[in-house]
């Protein structure tokens, strides 16, 4: 007896034909709105290019779901792919690069048990693109001069930036709220609560800047005095500066002629000599060394974001609606930046989300039973 078009084998390949086609719809939406986020024709053709390669892909799913005489869903793009496309359009391709770059790598094996997607070589096709956005997102690709000059263009808000940012945000409302929540728990006293909550904000935007600063300074210190010994051997030893970069030459595949030559030429420019020799040799760029002013202030700003959600509604209101409403606020932020953090994890956003509010609650309700028995201990007002 034949298996009938209600088996769970069929609806379990229609489930994964519909998986596979919104995920590729997903893909197209993205590459069209990294294409519109920049102004390089050549990044914009090859964006196109990929664009195209996911078209065909959906084509594909929907002639399957078609031939299995099924309805074809209309899918849109994604949230997270939605957040991208934004974040591309505002601060540059390379500002998403990482977050792409981890999509991608999700999808690397992702047709590699289908035998209808490895028929049409989809399997190669999802390879071919982690192995771009690893470029794209790596600033250590001199070869692929397109591509390598994209982060230089950008590098003032990268990926990882808008990360710290996310997380950094995080910890202010994590640590602020469960302060805020303890000192609750001890006192009944709305302008205790109050002065309490602004001066956790202040004390730990104050630490997190100072560390930041100390953090930046000292890694720009320890580059700098790299920079100096590396120009000290460049003039007291010229010939093994020379042969040092003859060698990184042949490395990449220049004959030693080659190298040769193009040695001879950086080194007839001390300052292009040295820039180079710092980069091969230290893989250091000047200006990636930042500014310890600018991680501080910005480190401050990002933690007193997340801080300030749980104190606001002390300051406005008192008793049990100020704690109902700061733990709502708390909350609120909590989810948002739970699932924020799903841009790099590809998790679910609604787990993520979810996740980061059970343990910032948990963590706040723990400090505020600590501190209601300091309350009753000390019997605090």
């Not at 009938?4 to 709105?33: C, F, W």
């Not at 309805?71 to 974040?87: L, T």
């Not at 580059?223 to 042969?243: G, N, S, V």
């Amino acid at each position: 007896m034949g298996k009938s078009d209600n088996s769970p084998v069929h609806d379990a390949t229609i489930r994964r034909y519909k998986r596979n086609l919104r995920e590729e719809v997903d893909g197209v939406a993205l590459y069209q709105m990294l294409g519109r986020s920049t102004k390089d024709p050549s990044l914009q053709k090859l964006f196109q290019n990929l664009e195209e390669t996911e078209s065909k892909h959906v084509d594909l799913w929907v002639k399957k779901l078609r031939e299995a005489g099924q309805e074809i869903p209309n899918y849109g793009p994604s949230v997270r792919s939605r957040v991208i496309g934004f974040i591309a359009a505002r601060f540059g391709v390379a500002s998403v690069a990482t977050m792409v770059s981890k999509f991608e790598s999700n999808a690397f094996t992702m047709y590699d048990d289908q035998p209808e997607a490895v028929a049409e070589g989809l399997e190669q096709d999802e390879r071919s693109h982690a192995r771009l956005f690893q470029v794209l997102a790596s600033a250590e690709k001199p070869n692929v001069s397109n591509i390598a000059s994209l982060e230089g263009r950008h590098r003032s808000f990268s990926g990882n930036a808008i990360r710290a940012a996310v997380l950094g945000a995080n910890d202010g409302l994590v640590a602020n709220l469960s302060w805020v929540r303890g000192v609750a728990g001890a006192s009944s006293n709305n302008a205790v609560v109050a002065v309490a909550g602004l001066a956790g904000l202040l004390a730990g935007a104050i630490s997190m800047a100072l560390g930041e600063w100390i953090s930046v300074r000292s890694s720009s210190e320890a580059y700098e005095r790299q920079i100096a010994i590396e120009a000290d051997e460049l003039l007291e030893f010229p010939e093994e500066e020379r042969q040092e970069l003859v060698m990184i030459y042949q490395s990449k595949g220049l004959s030693e002629e080659e190298a040769l030559v193009a040695a001879d030429r950086i080194l007839e420019n001390p300052d292009l000599a040295l820039d180079t020799l710092v980069r091969e040799e230290l893989n250091v760029n000047a200006s990636d060394l930042g500014s310890p002013f600018v991680a501080a202030i910005s480190s401050f700003v990002l933690f007193a974001v997340g801080a300030v959600l749980p104190v606001i509604p002390w300051l406005i209101t008192s008793g049990s609606i100020a704690l109902v409403t700061s733990i709502i606020l708390g909350g609120c932020g909590l989810f948002i930046l739970g699932s924020a953090v799903t841009l790099w994890t590809g998790l679910n956003p609604v787990f993520s989300g979810l996740r980061m509010l059970f343990f910032g609650l948990v963590a706040s309700g723990i400090t505020y039973g600590i501190g209601s028995v300091i309350g009753i201990w000390l019997d605090i007002g």
